[in-house]
């Protein structure tokens, strides 16, 4: 704990601590999430490096720079790389944006554990991506097992509630240009062209302006449905690259040849990793050059060859290009307990045991695992694969029970929920690396999720105790008008009886007898 400062007020007195973020700061299980971080953030073993040294007594080896060093700036704490992961998520920002709104926010800081206002950046926008790559995909499954915890330790959702889930896919698109062959192309040329260069390799023709004519050339036709001209500059295009890739391959391989009959290579390379690169680019290049309209395993990016060309039957997106992600949410409340990347475009029901085990391990703690599974009909037929769990889709209505037919029409529940989960808390397009940063967005995501659902929770809670003092304060006014009514009501008839008795005295008509029965005798 902090000590007071005489020129500064803490965060505690210097926001309302009624704030639903102020309260889920204080809820959340920080120390928990530290402890589970902790190993993945510890200082690695480096080996040691060997060097000819000498001394007085001659010659001798040398190792140095070996173990565990705790050289360099201490790390920053872990809860403030976790909250602003949190914060990210949850209200939909890039990691340049995020630092520059927490140097603004003071209910932030103290989300993130802060005792005094900070008015400066908690760190470089790059140490988040370096931290997110650093927790790795059990670290980000740790993060979305805080926030379960945590709806259950403030009784926002019963524990029974986990047993029932609604599980559905969808796509979490990646960032790349839609898959155009002239563009194809023109990008793998360029790539084994750069590649070589770095290698030390020239080339007779590098076909630069060529490349860029025929690029321009491919969209104009596309654009202008000529698609005959258009089959012919992409035929050209597919015949420069494969030039291109024989020469490189050609002066490799007599590099290659050279070295191994103990001479020196033609084209010096100038690292290993120029020499790796230079393989991969034209590893990805050859699929690029031989893949057709009908191929099958497509190459749509050369940055990013895990993309996968899904389609889910949209209307107006028929073919999504991305990674599918499996969903679980709380049947009655909403609330995420699963969130899974699964690379390759498989079925649906084959990868539900797998994302039922992700949420097993996550509700862990709770002494819960799913039970019954409501789910559509991509799900029907894998019964066996789940031994243990009752499956309930549309496909078996009519042999479902009563109660069975009233949770599937909750179904769709999940719908909206995967909406908000792509627009507000930045799945609809994923700019991270590889099929592990596929992993780590999707988690993140469900995360940040998440943490809007509780801050709408505590709020909720938090109002209820004044909905019950209003509807108390309700019931008294009713009951006071009530009385005074009652008590105008009887002196209104005590009146006219006293009237009425006042004008029976004298000898009446007939109308006066009506006016007071009660006189006549």
Not at 197 to 216: A, M
Not at 272 to 292: C, N
Not at 384 to 392: L, W
Not at 455 to 464: F, P, Q, V, W
Request: with cysteine; proline share 4%; charged share 25%.
């Amino acid at each position: 704990m902090a000590t007071d400062d005489f020129f500064r007020a803490r965060l505690e007195q210097m926001i309302d601590l009624r704030h639903p973020l102020a309260v889920l700061a204080t809820r959340l299980p920080w120390s928990a999430i530290e402890a589970a971080l902790a190993p993945k953030l510890a200082h690695q073993a480096r080996p040691a490096k060997r060097a000819r040294a000498e001394d007085l007594l001659g010659t001798h080896d040398l190792e140095f720079g070996g173990g565990i060093s705790n050289a360099g700036r201490p790390r920053l704490p872990v809860r403030l790389m976790a909250s602003l992961l949190y914060l990210k998520h949850s209200f939909n920002l890039s990691d340049e944006e995020l630092v520059e709104r927490w140097a603004e926010n003071v209910q932030w800081q103290f989300f993130s554990g802060m005792q005094y206002y900070e008015p400066r950046l908690p760190c470089d926008p790059t140490q988040i991506g370096r931290f997110r790559r650093l927790l790795g995909e059990d670290g980000l499954e740790q993060l979305l097992k805080a926030t379960i915890d945590c709806a259950v330790q403030t009784k926002a959702v019963r524990p029974a509630e986990l047993e029932r889930v609604i599980v559905d896919s969808t796509v979490q698109s990646k960032a790349i240009a839609h898959p155009v062959d002239s563009r194809l192309l023109e990008i793998a040329r360029h790539k084994v062209v750069s590649a070589a260069k770095r290698c030390g390799i020239s080339l007779k023709q590098t076909y630069v302006k060529e490349g860029k004519t025929l690029r321009r050339q491919a969209g104009g036709y596309a654009h202008a449905k000529q698609f005959k001209r258009l089959r012919k500059t992409v035929n050209r295009q597919r015949t420069i690259l494969g030039v291109v890739m024989r020469e490189v391959q050609r002066k490799r391989d007599a590099d290659t040849a050279a070295v191994a009959a103990g001479g020196a290579p033609a084209h010096e390379a100038t690292s290993q990793k120029a020499v790796s690169d230079l393989t991969m680019w034209l590893e990805r290049a050859g699929r690029i050059h031989t893949q057709r309209r009908d191929t099958k395993n497509k190459l749509y990016a050369l940055h990013a060859p895990e993309v996968e060309c899904i389609s889910k039957g949209k209307a107006r997106n028929p073919y999504e290009f991305g990674v599918k992600v499996s969903l679980v949410v709380t049947h009655k409340q909403g609330l995420m307990v699963g969130a899974r990347s699964f690379p390759g475009n498989p079925y649906d029901g084959h990868v539900l045991s797998a994302q039922l085990e992700q949420t097993t391990n996550l509700l862990q703690d709770q002494g819960r695992s799913p039970k019954q599974v409501i789910v559509d009909l991509g799900y029907r037929g894998v019964d066996a694969d789940n031994p243990g769990v009752q499956i309930i889709h549309r496909g078996k209505y009519k042999s479902l029970s009563d109660q069975d037919k009233r949770l599937l029409k909750r179904r769709q529940a999940i719908e909206p929920l995967i909406g908000h989960t792509k627009a507000d808390h930045r799945m609809d397009r994923c700019w991270l690396q590889g099929a592990v940063g596929d992993a780590l967005h999707a988690l993140g995501c469900a995360a940040g999720y998440n943490i809007r659902w509780l801050l709408r929770a505590i709020t909720r809670l938090g109002m209820k105790g004044l909905f019950c003092v209003l509807s108390a304060m309700a019931l008294w006014v009713l009951w006071l008008v009530g009385v005074a009514s009652n008590l105008f009501r009887t002196a209104r008839v005590t009146a006219t009886h006293v009237v009425g008795s006042r004008r029976c005295t004298a000898p009446g008509t007939a109308t006066t007898m009506m006016r007071c029965p009660l006189s006549v005798k």
